[in-house]
């Protein structure tokens, strides 16, 4: 639906503006590669919702692990920022180990773990 993805754009775009305007520094993750979408395979892929598998207290910042399929490759267009802007600072990055494959038409998506 090109017509709503633009309009989600442009709202996070103004939320951009407003944020930039109180000072706020926005750091975006870049798009997913060809190749991390091909790895995707038949689940398919997202990444507009960069934020949700990561979780930080105090100076420990976590990767979590995604349950749905299509949503585990959206840690890694995040990775070089993490890498550019945490590990360089002397707070700890740990990742939650990614998730075993699940069985075909495995209603749970697999075993985990989840995070």
Same mark, same amino acid.
């Given at each position: 639906d090109?017509?709503r993805?633009? $309009?989600?754009? &442009?709202?996070?775009d103004?939320l951009?503006e407003v944020l +930039?305007s109180y000072?706020?520094? !926005? ?7 060809s190749?991390e979408k091909? %790895?995707? @395979?038949s689940?398919g892929?997202?990444?507009? %919702?960069?934020?949700d598998?990561?979780?930080t !207290? @105090?100076?420990?910042?976590i990767?979590?692990?995604? $349950?749905f &399929?299509?949503?585990r490759?959206e +840690?890694?267009?995040?990775?070089? *920022? %993490?890498?550019?802007? +945490?590990l ?5 990055y740990v990742?939650?180990p990614m998730?075993? +494959?699940p ?5 749970a *998506? @697999?075993?985990g773990?989840?995070?």
């Open positions: 090109p017509a993805q633009s $309009r989600w754009e &442009a709202e996070r103004a951009g +930039v000072g706020v520094e !926005i750091l975006r993750p870049r798009l997913l590669t190749a091909a %790895f995707a @395979g689940a892929y997202a990444n507009f %919702f960069a934020r598998p990561f979780f !207290i @105090g100076d420990h910042v990767e979590g692990s995604m $349950r &399929a299509h949503r490759v +840690v890694l267009p995040m990775r070089g *920022l %993490f890498a550019e802007r +945490v360089t600072t002397g707070a700890r990742a939650t998730p075993e +494959v069985e075909e038409h495995d209603p *998506l @697999g075993p773990p989840f995070l």
